[in-house]
T-cell receptor
């Protein structure tokens, strides 16, 4: 199994809603990532979890709250989002190694629209 | 900080023609280099990567890329394009971390090149 599975594939939410994005991998990877990709732009890193601990937060607003309940799952909790948060949210995983980095496996993403 | 430049926003080629997508990077040393492909509304698929060694790297789907240190370039090539290659292509760099650290997938992507293939 070399897949990163993201659900849902599409999500429409209002600015007062609370929703969650889910990501799952069974490759034994111990690093998991959230990237955000606006239309016609490259992906930008949001968060990195390494061994289930938050390692990197790229100054993301608190209305985005990541969670890594175990080594296979990564969630992104959304609350009070703004229309400009509409984007494709990509999850990725990799196996971190000292002094190097393996390739990232990306999921297909969740296309989020905030009304 | 590292940066990646893809000079061509949009390229159109005929099916069967050769293809070269340009990528230039700016970094204090040689980073890890990647090419990803993305179909509309989809995630990214890794085509190939360069870490060290042979500067001509073979990837999936018949793609290859050549690392040229003197030009800080990592251009992607394919000898004969297929209609299914139409997509957006991203070049990305990852800084090499020493002293026992890892860079944790902190990829920096170029702006992307959209490839259109005419029949």
């Amino acid at each position: 199994d070399t897949e990163v599975t993201q659900t849902p594939k599409h999500l429409v939410m209002g600015m007062t809603n609370k929703k969650s994005l889910k990501c799952e991998q069974h490759m034994g990877h111990r690093a998991m990532y959230w990237y955000k990709q606006k239309a016609k732009k490259p992906p930008e890193l949001m968060f990195v979890y390494s061994y289930e601990k938050l390692s990197i937060n790229e100054s993301v607003p608190s209305r985005f709250s990541p969670e890594c309940p175990n080594s296979s799952l990564l969630n992104l909790h959304l609350h009070a989002l703004q229309p400009e948060d509409s984007a494709l949210y990509l999850c990725a995983s990799s196996q971190p190694r000292e002094g190097s980095n393996e390739k990232l496996f990306f999921g297909s993403g969740t296309q989020l629209s905030v009304l | 900080a590292q940066s990646v430049t893809q000079p061509d926003i949009h390229i159109t080629v005929s099916e069967g023609a050769s293809l070269e997508l340009r990528c230039n990077y700016s970094y204090g040393a040689t980073p890890y280099l990647f090419w990803y492909v993305q179909s509309p509304g989809q995630g990214l698929q890794l085509l190939l990567k360069y870490f060290s060694g042979d500067t001509l790297v073979q990837g999936i789907k018949g793609f290859e890329a050549e690392f040229k240190r003197s030009q800080s370039s990592f251009n992607l090539r394919k000898p004969s394009v297929h209609w299914s290659d139409a997509a957006e292509y991203f070049c990305a760099v990852l800084p090499i971390t020493y002293a026992g650290g890892t860079s944790y997938g902190k990829l920096t992507f170029g702006q992307g090149t959209i490839l259109t293939v005419h029949p």
